[in-house]
């Protein structure tokens, strides 16, 4: 397997566990930490769970998408050698989101979002 598959498949594995994370800290704690998510719970005054898995499905989805086009970019400019360099920071991004998730949802600490 080369750099590049193995990255697109960590990608693709640290969304899936943000996803499931989110869906275990919702049934716990009520709350997220997406914004997206938060100002939809704000406006409606809802916390139902199949609003909030849509929304981050789609944010999920909308995010993919985006960064195979950006790679893609890559094979645009004749540069593809190099395409396995451009997801590091999306990974990584990633990575740091996960870590946070989990953070969250092992200290039991969350609090909404609250940005505005």
């Known amino acids: 397997m ?15 566990y943000d996803i499931a994370v989110s869906i ?14 938060w100002l939809f719970n704000y406006t409606t005054n809802s916390y139902s769970l199949i609003p909030q898995l849509e929304i981050l499905i789609g944010i999920k989805l909308l995010f993919l998408i985006g960064v195979y086009w950006y790679t893609r970019l890559f094979d645009f400019f004749k540069v593809s050698k190099y395409k396995w360099i451009s997801l590091i920071p999306f990974v990584i991004v990633s990575f740091l989101v996960v870590i946070w998730d989990t953070y969250l949802l092992m200290n039991g600490d969350v609090t909404s979002f609250g940005p505005l």
Not at 2 to 16: G, H, K, P, Q, V
Not at 24 to 37: A, D, K, P, Q, Y
């Open 24 to 37: 275990l800290g919702w049934s716990s704690f009520s709350t997220e930490e997406n914004l997206f998510i």
């Open 2 to 16: 080369n750099r590049l598959n193995a990255l697109w498949i960590i990608f693709i594995l640290e969304n899936l």
